[in-house]
């Protein structure tokens, strides 16, 4: 955020409004794909290729200098409100903040290399041909399902045959981002805070004042000779000028102009009636207390962290929303593919029982106690089918509540079915680099360094009421006394008589316990901001290990699962190959064929997990780094004005590149 022009800078320098914040910039936002202090950035590539953002995560290179620009970024906020009284009692601070980041890093810097996910060749290791395997992935694992079968459903909670519609990556992303109802709250804060930095800033606009008095008097004096009596009509004008100085004093500039007619018994007045005018210029300053431009602005400081506080809220709302969307998806693909396979292990267990059934009525060589068995196995299937059938409802409801399409209400009997495919690609990655792009992108550790801001500023202004109230006021007053209201004012301009008026006003509570208590009070305040910072930096650093951590894993469990399916499809096809030869099949025979199907079931449920997990931990691993968005296409936009009901939203994407094309998708 440009913190002069009030901008922030989105994907390949577009510029879009981000309220009008006069600080320094919180945590400046490169343009994507420009990495600071590096010629040569790595990423992390993979999956991307599907998703449609080339190259993945951008990382930048680790160089002392990225550590010492991010802590630089904690320290300006102390930086911000510091002066010779308060250099030495901030030093510890500052080190402290310095070496929170420095510790965090230090061991992954020291690699300095990146990696590559990497695992061991399983399914090579089973030594199985080649036109074998070929066979094997057809009749088992996720190539074995077409995209475009849609699989059996039983009919809607309406009792209406099931509608279904497909929805692939980048149209669940887009359109969650735009009216998920978290996000769509979150957009109104920052233009709420928007109003309330006006509010402070208008603490120092100009104030129009104005008072006008008539009166009419008709009384007895005590005379020396007698009772006199006295009748007067007054009316009294004065209009000025007000405004508060971020020196802490006020200026004030009126004018006034008074007409009088007075009549007393037994005395003569001169001029009657008299016009007076008089022009007072006065400065109200205090000298201690509440003195400076550190004090007077601090509401205005406080509201515009507020308002950035705000912006980093949305940001962090967006991020999640986007990984919320992804994480759905996936699950979704999941359930899909398990009630795909429950259906087909389903058949082949009616298959069986079928035989099973002809054998008892024909050759009676299988007892009752055999078949009872293959309907029971049946019966489950049929019941796992059941449950999958409903996860999979439940996950479509769980997409559209965070999709929130005006298309797809979640009150509606459709149910949504994945157009995209989880893929299995290695990834680069650097733990340090990773680490680096959270400090600098994640919004709760700007957050934290707002909070240390705020803390600071507070801390400042108590430190100032300790002191003394000394007040000076000084004013001038310029005068004139004539029968009509022109001459006085030539009179008055003249200068012939000017009045100077100085004063002090002093006062200091007898042992100040108040003050003391409060500056406590915020000192304390500020210690917990940093160890508040503190904890958010740990608490960033390990969602980065522990994603890139997930990502690594689940890329060794997917040949893992996928050796264990392939062994246990081999398992069944040897197994069907020596039905086709063998004459008479036994009941034994059957129900081991039973169970190598279940065995194969469970298997592909395992590797299509694995699959959609490791996808769920490349979208993670973005959310920990902060790059969900610049991932995902989507331009930052923070909004200036409240939007009008049923009006665009200002977070749109960034028109065709939005969202991610992947394998099966028609969208571009």
Not at 146 to 169: E, K, L, T, Y
Request: hydrophobic share 40%; charged share 20%.
């Amino acid at each position: 955020m440009d913190g002069d022009s009030g901008v922030c800078w989105a994907r390949g320098g577009t510029r879009c409004v981000a309220g009008q914040p006069s600080l320094p910039p919180i945590m400046p936002t490169p343009p994507l794909r420009t990495m600071p202090f590096s010629a040569a950035p790595t990423a992390l590539d993979g999956p991307e290729a599907q998703n449609g953002a080339a190259g993945g995560v951008t990382v930048a290179r680790r160089r002392t200098p990225t550590v010492l620009a991010i802590s630089a970024l904690a320290l300006w906020s102390l930086a911000g409100c510091s002066s010779p009284l308060y250099e030495s009692s901030d030093e510890a601070l500052r080190r402290t903040i310095l070496n929170t980041t420095h510790r965090e890093l230090r061991e992954a810097q020291q690699v300095g290399t990146a990696l590559i996910t990497e695992r061991p060749p399983r399914v090579e290791s089973l030594g199985i041909k080649g036109e074998t395997l070929t066979e094997l992935e057809r009749i088992s694992g996720p190539e074995s399902y077409s995209v475009a079968d849609v699989a059996r459903m039983s009919a809607s909670m309406m009792g209406q045959p099931q509608a279904v519609v497909r929805v692939n990556m980048q149209r669940v992303v887009m359109t969650s981002v735009e009216n998920n109802l978290t996000v769509q709250f979150a957009r109104i804060a920052p233009a709420i805070a928007q109003a309330s930095v006006v509010a402070a800033e208008a603490a120092f606009d100009w104030t129009l004042f104005s008072n006008t008095q008539w009166s009419a008097l008709d009384r007895q004096s005590v005379g020396s000779l007698a009772v006199s009596q006295q009748q007067s009509q007054d009316i009294n004008t004065t209009v000025g000028l007000r405004r508060r100085m971020t020196s802490g004093g006020a200026f004030t500039v009126q004018q006034a102009v008074g007409y009088t007619y007075n009549t007393v018994e037994n005395n003569i007045n001169t001029p009657n009636p008299s016009s007076n005018t008089e022009l007072a210029l006065q400065i109200d300053q205090p000298l201690l207390r509440n003195f400076g431009s550190d004090v007077s602005l601090a509401e205005v400081r406080l509201a515009q962290n507020s308002e950035r506080d705000q912006i980093q809220t949305l940001k962090a709302n967006l991020i999640r929303t986007a990984t919320d969307a992804e994480t759905a998806y996936w699950q979704l693909v999941s359930s899909y593919q398990t009630l795909r396979i429950s259906q087909r292990l389903l058949d082949r267990g009616v298959s069986v029982r079928d035989t099973l059934r002809a054998r008892m009525n024909s050759a009676g060589d299988v007892r009752q106690a055999q078949f009872s068995d293959a309907v029971a196995q049946v019966a489950a299937r049929e019941a796992d089918v059941s449950r999958a059938e409903n996860q999979l409802r439940k996950a479509s409801d769980a997409l559209k509540t965070t999709m929130n399409d005006p298309q797809l209400p979640v009150g509606s009997d459709v149910v949504l079915l994945p157009a995209d495919m989880p893929v299995d690609q290695a990834i680069r990655y650097s733990v340090a680099d990773s680490m680096v792009l959270a400090l600098q992108n994640r919004p709760e550790v700007q957050r934290a360094i707002l909070g240390i801001d705020d803390a600071s500023v507070r801390q400042l202004v108590s430190d100032n009421q300790r002191l003394p109230q000394v007040d000076l006021r000084a004013q001038t007053r310029f005068s004139g006394l004539r029968d009509n209201t022109l001459r006085s004012f030539e009179q008055m301009t003249s200068g012939g008589f000017v009045d100077f008026i100085v004063g002090l006003v002093y006062e200091q509570p007898i042992g100040n316990r108040a003050a003391e208590a409060q500056f406590r009070q915020r000192r304390l305040e500020r210690s917990q901001s940093v160890i508040a910072y503190r904890d958010v930096i740990q608490r960033v650093m390990a969602d980065v290990v522990n994603a890139v951590r997930d990502v690594t894993t689940n890329y060794v469990l997917i040949e893992q699962t996928r050796a264990a399916r392939v062994a246990a499809a081999e398992n069944l096809r040897a197994l069907e190959v020596e039905e086709k030869t063998i004459q008479g099949l036994t009941p034994e025979f059957l129900d081991l064929k039973l169970r190598r199907q279940q065995a194969l079931s469970i298997a592909e449920i395992q590797e299509i997990n694995a699959l959609t997990e490791y996808n769920t931990g490349i979208a993670r691993l973005h959310s920990a780094c902060g790059t969900s968005l610049e991932r995902n296409r989507i331009k930052f936009t923070v909004p200036s004005d409240v939007p009008a009901e049923g009006a665009g939203m200002p977070v749109m994407p960034a028109g065709a590149d939005f969202g991610r094309p992947l394998p099966g998708s028609t969208s571009k």
